[in-house]
């Protein structure tokens, strides 16, 4: 009895056996088919799906084109409003080198009753020619004891002894007209007691030519406009002539 258990135990113990075999085959066959469908997929798929540097790249460059488009662009925005600064500042130039300047004429304002008198010479533009001259009244004898009594509050007494002492070349001012006169100095007859080097000739004036008169008023405005008065000529209501008077 002992005997036969035995052997049958034998044989369930091999027939187990040889089950787990099988099983551990199945299994083992299972995995190696996994492994290989795992390296398949590994070798097959790299190939297909893009790689992240390529995906990298591709953005980049395409930042690089996006960029250099822009640059490009902006460059030639650039270069274009330069362009057209240039031509308009160009042809504001060129209007304004071909467009002439308008000579702008002093106002004459002489009064119809204009006289012959003394005067200072105010101002004088060699652009135009034209002299300023104001007018002042030289008065002695009664006139100047008048006007002494009337404007400077003396008594005609004191007016009277004032101007009987007055020495030669002394002389009341009056200058009670505000109005200027103007000259043509291009036109009038122009004597002058200094000559074109600035020095005085003598008392008496001497004739100078609008060319030399305005190159004396250029080296030597002094002589001209703050020396000595002059002596205003007119005719016909017209300035005709301006003498330089010599006065001590």
Same mark, same amino acid.
């Given at each position: ?10 044989? #369930?113990?091999?027939?187990? %056996? ?6 551990? +085959? *199945?299994? =083992?066959?299972?995995? $190696?088919? @996994? #492994?290989?469908?795992?390296? %398949? ?6 190939? +297909? *799906?893009? =790689?992240?540097?390529? $995906?990298? @790249? ?15 662009? =902006? ?24 467009t002439p300047t308008p000579a702008t004429e002093p106002a004459v304002s002489n009064p119809d009753n204009m ?60 200058n009670s007209n505000p109005q200027l006169r103007t000259a043509d100095m291009k036109t009038v007859k122009i ?58």
């Open positions: 009895m002992y005997m036969n258990n035995q052997k049958r135990d034998t044989k #369930l113990l091999r027939s187990r %056996l040889g089950v787990s075999k099988q099983k551990l +085959l *199945l299994i =083992s066959c299972g995995g $190696v088919c @996994l #492994l290989a469908v795992g390296a %398949l997929l590994l070798f097959l798929l790299p190939p +297909l *799906l893009p =790689s992240s540097s390529a $995906v990298s @790249l591709s953005s980049e460059a395409s930042d690089s084109v996006k960029a250099e488009d822009a640059t490009e662009s =902006s460059a030639d925005g650039t270069l274009d409003s330069q362009t057209e600064v240039s031509v308009t500042t160009t042809a504001a130039d060129s209007t304004s080198k071909n006289y012959s008198s003394y005067a200072n010479l105010i101002s004088f533009d060699p652009q135009t020619g034209y002299a300023e001259f104001d007018y002042f009244d030289m008065l002695r004898g009664e006139d100047a004891v008048k006007w002494l009594v009337e404007n400077e509050g003396y008594t005609e007494s004191d007016a009277q002894y004032e101007v009987d002492h007055f020495a030669d070349g002394e002389f009341v001012y009056k004597r002058m007691i200094y000559d074109l080097s600035g020095n005085m000739t003598g008392p008496d004036p001497s004739e100078m030519s609008y060319a030399d008169f305005c190159s004396l008023y250029q080296n030597h405005p002094d002589v001209v406009l703050h020396s000595f008065f002059y002596y205003v000529k007119v005719e016909g209501d017209t300035i005709t002539g301006v003498d330089q008077t010599y006065w001590s």
